[in-house]
């Protein structure tokens, strides 16, 4: 084991994402597994998609339709997964 320095703001939030971790894995969570979920998760996302993004579109209205449908898809992920 090794020990890293972290400010305290970023601690809290480390604990705060831990304790969801926890509260939804329904099991102790410790920071290591914590950081290795976040570790993993930021490896999933793909950088091309934001190149894709950045290309200008002529139908603006159904791009915007997409990026809020795209984000709602994202937080439905996300709650599903912090609240079980």
Do not use: H, W
Request: hydrophobic share 35%; proline share 2%.
């Amino acid at each position: 084991m090794s020990t890293i320095a972290i400010r305290e703001e970023t601690k809290r939030e480390l604990l705060k994402f831990v304790s969801e971790l926890q509260i939804k894995l329904g099991r102790r969570v410790d920071f290591d597994e914590a950081i290795r979920f976040l570790l993993m998760y930021k490896r999933k996302k793909n950088p091309n998609l934001l190149l894709e993004a950045c290309i200008p579109r002529e139908d603006v209205e159904e791009a915007l339709k997409e990026l809020y449908e795209e984000r709602r898809k994202d937080e439905r992920k996300y709650n599903r997964y912090i609240s079980g």
